[in-house]
């Protein structure tokens, strides 16, 4: 668990003095798991539930198709950073519904869409 320290400054200036006001926030370290393979019927809540049999589960996120609404089949699950390993180990391979999802650890956006880049200039 870490500790985020943050300070707060202000000039009131009805009064001279400068005000100064410190406060600690409690900061979860986390990890983004990504599930694939998911029914299309699951709902967050029974993806989050799923999880939090095998740790602690700080949200998770069923990602849909922005024109229809429809999950898209896959989704991701913040985890405790301790959890993490556990959590893949043990649900990896394991079933929701009838389906075998896969569970790893998600991996950062990229904005590199060589691989996938459709649009009309990719050809020139």
């Known amino acids: 668990m870490a500790f985020l320290l943050s300070a707060k400054f202000w000039i009131d ?31 967050e809540d029974e993806l ?6 095998q ?5 998770a996120r069923i990602v849909t198709d922005k ?3 429809r999950s898209r089949g896959f989704g991701f699950v913040d985890v405790e950073d301790a959890d993490a390993e ?3 180990a043990a649900l990896n ?5 009838d389906r075998e999802i ?8 990229s904005n590199d869409r060589s ?7 990719s050809r020139f």
């Open 13 to 43: 200036f009805q009064e001279p003095l400068i005000s100064v006001q410190f406060s600690i926030e409690e900061k979860i370290m986390a990890k983004s798991l990504f599930v694939g393979n998911l029914p299309w019927s699951v709902t």
């Open 102 to 109: 896969s569970v790893n650890e998600a991996r950062p956006k």
């Open 55 to 59: 740790g602690t589960v700080i949200s």
């Open 67 to 69: 024109f229809s609404g």
């Open 115 to 121: 691989s996938g880049d459709r649009s009309f200039n």
């Open 93 to 97: 391979g394991s079933k929701i519904g």
């Open 86 to 88: 556990k959590i893949i």
């Open 48 to 53: 989050k539930a799923k999880f939090a049999e």
